[in-house]
């Protein structure tokens, strides 16, 4: 009985002890990546999107602070379909989106949508998630299977030669992993993929998009 009583006491620490920490990366990647960086990213974005684009695909959306601050700004009858594989994050995000019905929230490992069954899309967007993609060809033909004829592709992400990377990864958890501008848009021409929009965002008073090279990417078929 005592050994039941301590297990059990165990087991309700270790998971308040989770919960604390989860929270804590939770905060820290608001703090030093979705403000300053994916923020940005997203308010870019919000110009970039048309009327036409009906169906739109967020992958990695996260705690969803960046698209939920420009929401407002998307068109009116645009269904959005935000996914991401981490609960932890996911939760603050549905909590945002409650009374946004047009925002679907799923836990949703994007290497296992199909069109068949998740059906096709006007927009596809990869924000910080795409650096975080291990089979990155993979994702680019799973992407593209997902696009709607003139549909676009989205890259929101950091490109950069610098070890900064390495420095938020202990702060937040959260491997980057950063490229280069040519063997990230080699990449895009492997997967026949055309830029027709490039644009490298920075402010004065951010000082992650003075160190890392911050762009928005728009590609299509």
Known sequence: MIY?????????????????LDFSNTILYDIFIS?????????????RITGQMKR????????????????NQFPQDCEITAIDIDLTYLNK????????????ILELDFYKMNPDIHGKFDAIVFSSS???LHQQQEALKIA?????????IYFMLTLSDSHFSESLKYITSIDLHLESESVFEELLKQSSLKIIHKQRL??????PTLLLKVYIYETKL
């Open 144 to 152: 593209k299977s997902l696009l709607n004829p003139d549909g676009i």
């Open 35 to 47: 403000y300053p960086i994916t923020s940005l990213t997203y308010e870019k974005l919000s110009e």
């Open 202 to 207: 920075q402010k004065v008073a951010n000082i």
């Open 4 to 20: 039941s009583f301590g297990r059990q006491s165990f087991s309700a620490i270790f998971q308040t002890v989770k919960e604390v």
């Open 130 to 132: 795409f650096s975080l």
């Open 93 to 104: 995000a549905i909590q945002l989106f409650k009374d946004k019905p047009q925002v679907k």
């Open 56 to 71: 739109i695909l967020d992958v990695g959306v996260g705690t969803g602070v960046p698209l939920h601050k420009v929401i």
